[in-house]
């Protein structure tokens, strides 16, 4: 059975609006995850995780199929904090994974690229690859305007990279993603 | 099985000797409960010492240095450490019963709020038992009016033995 863990950017700069992502940046990723999660473990009995991540990086949630205690986890977040690590934040939950014997294992890291502590994004990479770890990179905004260009140009075939431009985007391209993790 | 995590912040130096007893004690009043014992030491990082033994002494010895370590100390990073030995020791299974107890000194806010412990350990499905090393609420929980979203058990309001009783040996 395939697993699927998200890596969601709660650092201040997810507090602003962008295109139609409303009341923030963050509330918007929030409910997209919520309806791409209930996809994921009602419809297609993923386990499925969530991972936070701002200066530093949590699992809150390790891969289960218990939708309310993913749905419990979503409703602690809101604020944000100082500071951005997506590349610990992809460490975290590809060792999340490590565990699990399923055959296909999924990273889907929500950003608006706002990048600049922690392990470089390019070791947790190598790190997600060398595991065996697909990871999908969800970045809100255009890819060129945020620090993630550096290490999109440098590795973009490690990982699928993915421009949202609006809440309709990202939503259908999460639930798309679960759609293609349980084929 | 049971994972303590042990606050070694500096702040905590004059609770060591108390977590080590207390961790001890507790192990060895469930040591016929439980397949084995963890330990994980915290302060502004968090670090595995102990990933399983059957023997309640390894864990008082392990504590026997009373090092300390710098930084606030932060909760949410000794409960990740612990679910992790949990996790892989169970191959992402976890057993009903197995339990985390958390010993906290609480001198300051944490970066990380601790309402994620409690998501953490739900998510994995491990009973977290939280121990305040203080008398009740610290006077930073009045100020930034912090919930901290999990119950938290004082040491200092109820007494060595009634403490013993309310953590238990599990769920």
Redesign the interface.
Same mark, same amino acid.
């Given at each position: 059975m395939p697993s699927l863990v998200y890596a969601l950017d709660i650092s201040i700069s997810m507090d602003k609006i962008y295109s139609n992502f409303k009341p923030s940046k963050l509330q918007a990723s929030i409910n997209s995850v919520a309806i791409s999660a209930r996809r994921a473990i009602i419809e297609e009995g993923l386990k499925t995780g969530l991972v936070v991540f701002a200066e530093w990086a949590v699992p809150l949630v390790y891969p289960t199929r218990n939708i309310s205690h993913f749905l419990s986890a979503l409703r602690l977040l809101g604020r944000t904090f100082l500071g951005s690590a997506p590349g610990d934040a992809v460490v975290e939950a590809v060792k999340v994974m490590r565990a699990l014997h399923d055959h296909k294992k999924v990273v889907a890291v929500i950003t608006d690229g706002d990048y600049n502590m922690g392990v470089p994004l390019e070791y947790a990479l190598s790190y997600a690859k060398q595991s065996g770890v697909d990871l999908y990179i969800f970045v809100i905004g255009q890819i060129e305007e945020t620090q993630l260009a550096g290490p999109y140009h440098q590795y973009k075939d490690i990982a699928h990279w993915v421009e949202v431009g609006s809440y309709e985007d990202l939503t259908s391209g999460l639930v798309k993603l679960v759609g293609g993790v349980s084929r | 099985m049971i994972i303590y995590a042990v606050d070694i912040s500096r702040s905590a130096r004059q609770y060591i000797e108390f977590q080590r007893s207390f961790v001890t004690q507790n192990a060895e009043r469930c040591a016929s409960d439980h397949e084995g014992f963890g330990l994980v030491v915290y302060a502004s990082r968090a670090a595995p010492v102990i990933e399983r033994t059957r023997d309640p002494r390894q864990l008082e010895e392990a504590l026997a240095g009373a090092a300390t370590m710098r930084g606030i100390p932060e909760p949410?990073?000794a409960v990740?450490e612990a679910?992790?030995i949990i996790? =892989?020791q169970? /191959?992402?299974m976890p057993a009903v019963g197995d339990m985390l107890v958390l010993l906290w000194s609480m001198p300051k806010k944490p970066?990380?709020?601790v309402? =994620?412990a409690r /998501?953490?350990a739900?998510?994995?499905g491990v009973s977290l038992r939280v121990v305040g090393l203080q008398y009740g609420p610290p006077k930073w929980f009045r100020s930034y009016r912090y919930d901290p979203?999990v119950e938290i058990i004082y040491k200092r309001r109820l007494g060595e033995s009634e403490l013993a009783r309310k953590i238990g040996c599990g769920p």
């Open positions: - | 949410v990073k990740k679910l992790e996790f =892989y169970r /191959a992402g970066k990380i709020p309402s =994620y /998501a953490m739900n998510s994995v979203g």
